[in-house]
């Protein structure tokens, strides 16, 4: 009897039921993109946040200082200690090589250019732009093109094997060169591929592949400092700790988080005679911004959870009142308080599963539309989302209905049954 | 007795001579006040929507102020450097200073390659501390120079200058200057190589100038432009460009969050004008029989149409007024919790709220409205 009652209700009653599953299937589609947005939006703003460049800075061990000033370094190139080039692969092989996006070695070295009769005493920076590179079976790209995304090239990029290079735009304009021009640096025919602008002091400099300087210095495998870009997490309290003084499970746990402090420890550990240390302008700025922008997501968030709670609640709250005739002939006929309350539980309880599971999919759909439309990434829906996201859905249902049903149930069946509401 | 008597006909006579309009204002009142426990439930409704669209709305407008602020511990995002690396005119900082006006701060730097007794090379810099420790707050330093000829020693440069932590001199074209280290500075870039100085006793010492200053420009990328091209053309002798680095990264992830909090707003503001729609239909629906009287007792389409209507549309600004105050509430709590700053109510945000209130309002009148019309008052008295 109460199985057919139940059927019945959802058979004769399909507009209304229509419109309470269609809330409900609405708020939980707006509670999921939310929710799955705001679990993975860390993640998301952290990559745009690695547009302010490398995070890190790898340097020798026992280097003598820069003399650096205005990006002009007036040490001699070949004083002080170099990174070999060799050893660069194997920062892909640290603990935490799928946060580290790319890395960019650098190789600056003071020559003169020729360029007709002329010449000219200028900085050439040796790097990698988009070099293949192979760590055991992993193959990846990396250089400056990732890790520098503020460099603009008016031309094209060199290629990394190549002796074409990029004249920073102020250089160009004082030695009257254009994209396509030849120089001569050292005896050697560089074509120049394209004019770079990046708001630093690359636009007084030359940038060459890595091997073009590296021969220009006559050192080969030889690299100055290497600048890494990779995904940390915010600084806390452990980050901040001296590693040399946590006990064995607690230092564990400081190496397997990817705290730029501990990512800089694993290079470090990768690289012979190196010393790795945080870029305290973008890696501390990092963990402010990220922080700030997940607490807004979280809060907004709630807001959604709460509007979309309140839609359902609203839409079930309208359904039951409208049914206060139907209690009252139901009460009249003889059901007691218990059996009317239950059917009208079971079918919020169908109703929020069905609205649960379509509402889902629906806000995974758009929780899918908005990564792709503002992230141009995927946006992963965890798997453990979709109980919480249903039992939700029926909390929210349940409670909706309750004061609606509490109401209902103890309408006198005379009253409503005349019709005086 | 005689007073009823004599009450009696002055409220006949005061009905009959009262304007139409209070009979229509009396159902509205009326209607409202009967029925308390449904208009409050569609009133709740209102105000939760108006409150969470204001929120919304508040928010998207202010979080980019707030989050531009966030962005400023970046540090500068304009330099101007002397051109050819020649110092800047002595004006220069008084000029900028000017232009900024208080939105936005500057600091000097002055750079010049000092020897050390054994004759190693070092780069030292006079700056105004006060000012550096505002601008480029990542600066783990650990302590600040407070005295005379003291200090701030990069912590690579430390090694160099003053290993055994001992007082130290420092040359420069044959003046030498005799130093302490107050304490280090570590930023993992250029500056751990360096020495820095107060400005008024490295140019004592030094007798040179300012040839860099680091500018951090408040507002949006429109006002850091306009600063840019106000100072290019204050000082023609320098050269001024805005930091690439940091003006695109800010502009790329205040961006994204701009988009993904549009987003969430959009769909905030649909699902609680969706709630509104359906509690306000069901609310109208509900008085099917005061429709059905009304236009037994000869009320014509257009007035009952009318009453709804109006009866819809002052549910929604009292609803938007209530939830105006609510959602500005909110968006303050959001601010001080996540910002730690207030949010400043955003009385430009209200029309909308208002005007979307009442539309909302009026469409969840209308639809059933026009459900109604097409029965016959009746069957619905007769509870069909």
């Not at chain 1, 963990?287 to 309140?310: D, N, P, Q, Y």
């Not at chain 2, 990328?221 to 930091?243: C, H, I, K, S, Y």
Request: hydrophobic share 50%; with cysteine.
């Amino acid at each position: 009897m109460f199985a057919r009652l139940l059927y019945e209700s959802f058979r004769r009653q399909k507009r209304r039921k229509l419109l309470a599953g269609v809330a409900i299937t609405l708020g939980v589609a707006v509670a999921t993109a939310m929710i799955a947005v705001a679990t993975d939006i860390g993640d998301k703003i952290n990559r745009e946040l690695r547009s302010y460049g490398a995070n890190l800075l790898v340097t020798p061990q026992e280097d003598t200082i820069d003399v650096e000033i205005g990006g002009v370094n007036l040490k001699p190139p070949s004083d002080g200690n170099f990174l070999s080039e060799a050893d660069l692969p194997k920062i892909k092989g640290t603990f935490w090589r799928h946060n580290i996006l790319g890395f960019s070695p650098m190789l600056p070295v003071n020559a003169s250019v020729q360029i007709a009769a002329h010449a000219q005493d200028v900085t050439v920076l040796g790097t990698y732009f988009a070099k293949k590179l192979a760590f055991g079976k992993d193959q990846f790209t990396t250089g400056v093109e990732n890790t520098h995304p503020w460099w603009k090239v008016d031309g094209s990029w060199p290629v990394d094997d190549s002796s074409e290079i990029l004249v920073g735009e102020h250089l160009a304009s004082k030695l009257a060169v254009h994209a396509g021009d030849t120089v001569a640096i050292a005896g050697q025919n560089l074509k120049i591929s394209g004019l770079l602008s990046t708001g630093g002091s690359e636009d007084d400099q030359i940038v060459a592949p890595l091997h073009v300087t590296q021969q220009l210095l006559g050192r080969p495998d030889a690299v100055r400092r290497v600048y890494v870009s990779a995904l940390t997490k915010p600084e806390d309290a452990l980050a901040r700790r001296d590693p040399k003084t946590m006990s064995g499970e607690l230092w564990d746990r400081w190496y397997c988080s990817p705290y730029v402090q501990s990512i800089a420890y694993q290079l470090q550990e990768a690289i012979p005679h190196s010393h790795a240390e945080q870029i305290r302008q973008v890696a501390q700025n990092e963990g402010t911004v990220l922080s700030r922008i997940k607490g807004l997501m979280l809060l907004v968030t709630l807001a959604a959870l709460l509007a979309s709670a309140l839609a359902v609640s609203a839409a079930m709250a309208t359904a039951i009142f409208e049914r206060r005739r139907e209690v009252g002939l139901m009460k009249a006929l003889g059901a007691g308080n218990l059996a009317v309350a239950a059917l009208f539980f079971a079918e919020s309880t169908l109703l929020a599963f069905f609205g649960g599971l379509i509402g889902f999919f629906a806000g995974s759909w758009l929780a899918h539309r908005i990564g792709r439309s503002i992230f141009d990434s995927q946006i992963t829906i965890q798997p453990v989302l979709f109980p919480v996201i249903m039992a939700i859905a029926v909390i929210v249902t349940f409670a909706g209905s309750a004061a609606a049903i509490r109401r209902a149930v103890r309408f006198d069946p005379v009253f409503a049954l005349r019709g005086d509401a | 007795m005689s007073t009823s008597s004599q009450a009696t006909p002055s409220v006949a006579e005061r009905r009959a001579n009262a304007p139409h309009t209070s009979m229509f204002l009396r159902m509205l009142v009326r209607a409202a006040v009967l029925r308390r426990g449904r208009a409050a439930s569609a009133l709740l409704a209102m105000i939760v929507a108006a409150a969470v669209a204001t929120a919304m709305m508040n928010l998207y407008v202010d979080v980019q102020a707030k989050l531009r602020k966030e962005f400023r511990s970046y540090g500068a995002n304009v330099v101007v450097v002397g051109k050819d690396g020649a110092s800047l005119p002595a004006d220069a900082l008084p000029k900028i200073e000017s232009i900024l006006s208080g939105r936005g701060m500057a600091v000097p730097f002055s750079y010049v390659v000092a020897r050390t007794l054994s004759g190693q090379s070092v780069v030292v810099v006079g700056t105004d501390f006060d000012r550096v420790q505002k601008l480029n707050r990542w600066w783990s330093v650990s302590a600040w120079p407070s005295a005379s000829q003291q200090a701030l020693v990069g912590m690579r440069a430390l090694s160099v200058v003053s290993p055994d932590g001992k007082p130290f001199d420092l040359t420069f074209q044959g003046r030498t200057i005799h130093l302490t280290a107050a304490g280090t500075l570590q930023t993992g870039a250029a500056e751990d190589s360096r020495v820095y100085l107060p400005v008024n006793e490295f140019t004592a010492w030094s007798g040179v100038a300012p040839s860099t200053i680091e500018i951090a420009a408040n507002g949006t990328a429109e006002d850091v432009n306009g600063v840019v091209r106000r100072l290019a053309g204050a000082l023609p002798t320098a050269e001024v460009r805005p930091v690439r680095q940091i003006v695109e990264g800010e502009a790329r992830v205040l961006g994204k969050t701009r988009a993904t909090l549009y987003a969430a707003a959009v769909l905030i503001i649909l699902t609680a004008a969706l709630c509104v729609l359906a509690t306000l239909t069901g609310w109208v629906f509900d008085r099917r029989r005061d429709f059905a009287i009304m236009k037994a007792l000869g009320a014509s389409e257009g007035l009952v149409s009318s009453f709804f209507a109006a009866e819809a549309a002052a549910l929604g600004a009292v609803g938007a007024a209530l939830g105006f105050v609510v959602g500005i509430g909110i968006a303050a709590w959001i601010g001080r919790a996540n910002f730690n700053a207030t949010v400043v109510p955003r009385f430009s945000v209200f029309p909308v709220v208002l005007a979307g209130s009442v539309g909302v309002a009026l469409l969840s009148a209308i639809v059933p409205m026009s459900l109604l019309r097409r029965v016959q008052p009746a069957m619905i008295l007769k509870g069909e």
